[in-house]
């Protein structure tokens, strides 16, 4: 950064703008991408490579505040078999619990962070769970997403190109309960509260499911052409009762109330391309960030939702990114922080 042009800032504005942005680039393209949640790893994430053959890469990194710089430390770099498609640690913010980072890709595994001392060189990230949800065969239908609950960090369900959602246990390594969710191959999962989850699906529809009642299922809605898949679903911590979901190779997010289903209660509609990511504000009930491939991250106020805006809404924040944004996580334990990737990069951004 080129220093300030007047002596008497002392680079003060220079040095407020860097604190705003910080960037890592990555040795590959980075796809898989999520922060740590725990109160004493500030401005950690881990990261994923995304390399068309076997063995692919995960990274976790940390921002060094007193340089700002962001580091990855080798001795928690690890090989992973194929590109993971989601990685997320532990929703432990309190520190109670080992510090494990899950990812899935043929299957789900749950990894364990030791803490790492200059002393020992051994692997300081250890394979703790390879959980295969097929039991008739070592083979599976490969994951394309999963989730792990908030409120009983026991519980991840991970969804899959063969139509089924899957919950596991991962304290007792079994699977608590296993559906066909869809018609079609399911590509995300959120979940909602203790014993509720969401899916979306390559058949267009968002469906609500109760571990109490597992016969049923609620369609929240269907994209209203044919043969329109939904890939990504954000489900509203700070309000339940809505949800957002993204249209495959389509520019716009659809905002769900599930009291109402099938009729979005808002379509945001400034993106120049197809939406890839979104995440809700961990911290307030109304705001929501969308990125896509038209390079852009973009914030938006929902806070008027329900009232129709002449033209449609606007977003109230907007950052273009060096490339398309292929990944987006709001920081639950920082909620000022949000973290994007694009090729190589790994940005977090000041909100």
């Known amino acids: 950064m080129g220093a300030s042009s007047d002596p008497t800032q002392d680079g003060s504005d220079e040095q407020q703008k860097r604190s705003e942005i910080y960037t890592y680039e990555a040795p590959w393209h980075i796809y898989a991408m999520n922060w740590s949640v725990r109160r004493d790893k500030k401005y950690r994430l881990a990261i994923a490579s995304l390399l068309e053959q076997y063995p692919n890469r995960v990274e976790i990194v940390q921002l060094d505040d007193s340089n700002g710089e962001i580091r990855s430390d080798p001795n928690l770099s690890f090989e992973h078999p194929y590109p993971p498609t989601k990685a997320i640690f532990i929703p432990d913010k309190d520190c109670q619990r080992p510090d ?9 595994r749950v990894w364990r962070i030791a803490d790492t001392d200059a002393e020992s060189s051994s692997r300081a990230v250890e394979l703790k769970s390879l959980l295969n949800g097929n039991k008739n065969s070592e083979y599976c239908g490969p994951l394309t997403s999963f989730d792990w609950n908030e409120a009983e960090p026991r519980r991840i369900g991970t969804s899959s190109i063969d139509t089924t959602c899957t919950i596991w246990d991962i304290e007792k390594e079994t699977v608590d309960t296993q559906l ?56 509203n911590k700070q309000d339940p009762r809505y949800m957002a979901t993204i249209i495959m190779d389509s520019a716009k997010v659809v905002v769900l109330d599930i009291r109402f289903p099938t009729l979005p209660v808002v379509e945001l509609q400034r993106h120049q391309a197809s939406v890839n990511a979104v995440a809700w504000a961990p911290h307030s009930s109304c705001h929501i960030c969308t990125a896509g491939d038209d390079s852009q991250a973009l914030i938006w106020d929902l806070s008027s939702m329900g009232q129709p805006v002449e033209g449609g809404l606007d977003p109230i924040l907007a950052y273009t990114a060096g490339a398309e944004i292929e990944q987006l996580q709001w920081s639950s334990s920082q909620p000022d922080w949000v973290a994007i990737a694009f090729s190589t990069k790994l940005q977090i951004l000041r909100v």
């Open 100 to 108: 494990l980072l899950a990812t899935s890709s043929d299957f789900l």
């Open 180 to 235: 066909i969710a869809h018609d079609k191959e399911v590509y995300d999962i959120a979940w909602g509260g203790v014993g509720v989850f969401a899916s979306v699906s390559a058949d267009g529809s968002v469906r609500v499911f109760d571990l109490r009642d597992k016969e049923h299922s609620t369609i929240i809605y269907e994209s209203s052409e044919p043969d329109t898949p939904l890939v990504r679903l954000g489900w």
